[in-house]
């Protein structure tokens, strides 16, 4: 247990002492959006966090009760569910939800149990005219309305009143269907804050899934989800980032209850690396990232960070049909900026091609978990948007490098490193003597502020 430390005002609101993400934005040619201008240097405190919220099946139990069936999850992209009769199925731990298409082009959801004897009514994902069940082949049309089964006359207690399907609640936003499986859960506009605002600028909705990577992870999928919602472990365990990447002033906010955010700007050196690399190394490290044999030498005077913005802006015109010449700022065109919507999914926001991350129990099982890693690219506005990659499913035994020919060989080899290290957090926690984790102040708050709302939601 650790000991209870006062903190001066000054501590709390140490921060690096370099230029901050907020002094790169005043060095920008063009209007900076309002969202990047917000900076909230939130403290929520300096307590310790129990283990045992990682490893403990109780726990877990309660956060299944309390928190996946209570709030807004993203279960699939409206892409899966483009034309009358499409459905998908989202699992998350015991619950399962058939998600489809009305013939009125109505999203509808419904629990995907058939109330004859139960059994699961779809799998996976498909084109379908009708619900039935396979195992009877009691059916029900797409509305949910029960159609029929086998030898009726047996079943004279049976209606279509009292057999209609269960339904969740199903809403949209940014091209993602949502489902909440709380009757009394608030509108998903209410329940995203701030978010909408923020991100629509970035339309989400006008993109598709040009890669998408599903792995098997063996940790508690809190763990998982949160070493994707700091920068700080970035210098011991991505260290051929820090010539390109300020990972010791990123910036990190949150805003009510569900929402929060960190900025990692791309183009510059780490702060506390500057006397190691030069502005050359940086661009040249930027390079072998997106796995690019080209070495382009910068012009005298040139920045990095507005050499790599240069290089982007052709590919994020060309996708958008729009030209963002003198209308985009360098940020959006290059920087980590990564949102985070309770509990689970965190969509990157920018004018290119963006990651959104999603984390999951992966069934029953509290030591491990499902990360999606979903790579958005933009389409032309007043085009249809092209279909959906396929998924490439990874399980724990398996690294990332293994979808090295999806995700790229320099983002395969980053997500390989957190896979190193997520399984050994999981049981070093388990070993673990003080029975704690510790968090930063502020490098860490989006993690206590992801803390602090399960722990409302597990009051209620």
């Keep these: 247990m650790s000991t209870k430390v006062t903190l001066t005002d000054e501590q709390i609101a140490a921060r690096d002492p370099s230029d901050s993400f907020q002094d790169l934005l005043k060095i920008e040619t063009v209007e900076v959006p309002a969202a990047l201008l917000e900076s909230t240097d939130t403290y929520l405190g300096s307590e310790d966090i129990a283990i045992s919220r990682y490893i403990s099946q109780d726990f877990f139990d309660l956060e299944v009760e309390k928190v996946w069936r209570k709030t807004w999850q993203a279960a699939c992209r409206v892409n899966r569910l483009r034309e009358a009769g499409d459905y998908f199925v989202y699992d998350i731990v015991d619950d399962s939800i058939l998600l489809t298409r009305t013939e009125s082009g109505e999203l509808k959801g419904y629990h995907n149990s058939c109330l004859h004897r139960g059994r699961a009514l779809k799998r996976g994902s498909g084109n379908s005219d009708k619900i039935r069940c396979p195992y009877h082949a009691w059916s029900w049309d797409l509305d949910g309305e029960f159609k029929g089964a086998p030898c009726e006359w047996d079943f004279p207690h049976v209606n279509k009143e009292n057999t209609k399907l269960p339904e969740v609640k199903v809403e949209t936003w940014g091209g993602w269907v949502f489902i909440n499986m709380d009757e009394n859960a608030p509108s998903l506009k209410d329940y995203m804050e701030v978010l909408p605002q923020h991100m629509d600028q970035w339309k989400h909705e006008q993109r598709f899934v040009a890669a998408h990577v599903e792995k098997v992870i063996a940790c508690n999928w809190k763990a998982g989800l949160e070493a994707f919602i700091e920068s700080y472990h970035a ?6 980032i820090l010539p390109y990447q300020g990972i010791d002033n990123s910036q990190y906010d949150v805003w009510g209850d569900h929402v929060s955010r960190s900025i990692s700007a791309y183009g510059v050196v780490n702060p506390s690396h500057n006397d190691q690399f030069s502005e050359q190394d940086c661009l040249d490290g930027m390079m072998a990232m997106i796995g690019s044999e080209e070495r382009p030498q910068l012009a005298p005077g040139q920045t990095a960070r507005e050499a790599y913005a240069l290089m982007n802006l052709p590919a994020a015109n060309e996708a958008a049909g729009e030209d963002f010449t003198d209308r985009t700022t360098m940020s959006e065109l290059m920087d980590s900026t990564l949102y985070s919507l309770f509990p689970n999914l965190a969509p990157w926001a920018g004018n290119g091609t963006v990651i959104t991350y999603r984390h999951r129990p992966n ?33 724990s035994d398996q690294p990332f490098t293994e979808a090295a020919e999806v995700l790229g060989a320099g983002l395969a080899n980053v997500f390989n490193q957190d896979g190193a290290n997520l399984p050994q957090v999981q049981r070093g926690m388990k070993s673990s003597k003080k029975g704690m984790v510790t968090l930063g102040n502020y490098q860490e708050v989006r993690i206590r502020h992801f803390h602090q709302t399960i722990d409302k939601y597990l009051a209620k």
């Design 235 to 240: 210098l011991a365990t991505h260290p051929q």
């Design 363 to 395: 069934g029953n099982d509290v030591d491990s978990c499902i990360m999606d890693v979903f790579i958005l690219a933009r389409f032309p506005e007043g085009t249809e948007s092209p279909p959906d990659a396929a998924t490439f499913r990874l399980e």
